[in-house]
């Protein structure tokens, strides 16, 4: 079964810094691999997705992430931090079930927190 | 364009009461449906997915069911609720190509 991981379970930046969020993944086929923000009490909201394309992906408020086959990783980055980046960031990767449908395997998440 | 709807927004309910929560799409059909829990400080934890009228799949034991009726529709139940299943429940649909899913806006449900 495939499964995520997520190293760092809160990250602290500045604003305007650079946000780096880790995940790696294992998966016995090649991956369909995603990110997801979640701003508190609020449903998941898709911020990119890779899906075997180009290995770097860009995605909605300027985040963007790169799949590396040899280290297993898709990792989600942003140049600049802005204060209203601060959430919850969740990766992601699909793993197929029964009937050729596919299910959402999800990492533990990581709080960002941005700080002036 | 297709929307999920999820309520109620939040819920306090005492130990042992019932429970149903219900989630429906618009704008599509045949859609795969999802029920998630999110427990405070982990991720989400897959807890029901259907591909179709009362077909349900379930992914953990656990005090909760899932039903069905109709094909946009998905309700989350529980005869009994344990202090256990507080938490924040997250309805999710695909379409049958799609990999990602769409997410509601989540249910709080705190068990007292």
């Known amino acids: 079964a495939q499964s995520v991981t997520q190293l760092g379970s809160h990250v602290s930046v500045s604003e305007g810094a650079l946000v780096l969020l880790r995940c790696n993944y294992s998966?016995?086929?090649?991956?369909?691999l995603f990110w997801y923000v979640q701003y508190p009490n609020q449903g998941l909201q898709l911020l990119l997705k890779?899906?075997?394309?180009?290995?770097l992906v860009k995605g909605i408020n300027g985040f963007e992430a790169e799949f590396k086959k040899s280290e297993t990783s898709f990792h989600l980055t942003k140049p600049s931090a802005h204060m209203s980046d601060a959430a919850e960031y969740f990766c992601?990767?699909?793993?197929?079930?029964?009937?050729?449908?596919?299910?959402?395997?999800f990492g533990a998440g990581t709080r960002l927190a941005v700080h002036p | 364009s297709q929307t999920i709807h999820q309520w109620p927004a939040t819920l306090v309910q005492p130990v042992g009461s019932p429970l149903s929560l219900e989630c429906t799409v618009e704008?599509?059909?045949?859609?795969?449906l999802y029920w998630y829990r999110q427990a405070a400080g982990r991720g989400l934890q897959l807890l029901f997915y259907?591909?179709?009228?009362?077909?349900i799949s379930s992914e953990v034991p656990q005090n909760l069911s899932a039903s069905r009726p109709q094909d946009r529709q998905f309700i989350l139940s529980s005869k009994k609720l344990l202090l256990s299943d507080s938490g924040f429940y997250l309805c999710?649909?695909?379409?049958?190509?799609?990999?990602?899913?769409?997410f509601g806006q989540g249910t709080r449900l705190t068990v007292v």
């Open positions: 890779y899906t075997s394309a180009a290995t």
């Open positions: 998966s016995s086929v090649p991956p369909y």
């Open positions: 259907s591909v179709g009228i009362g077909q």
């Open positions: 999710a649909w695909n379409p049958r190509s799609y990999t990602e899913a769409f």
């Open positions: 992601a990767v699909s793993e197929p079930i029964s009937g050729g449908y596919n299910k959402l395997i």
């Open positions: 704008g599509t059909s045949n859609p795969n």
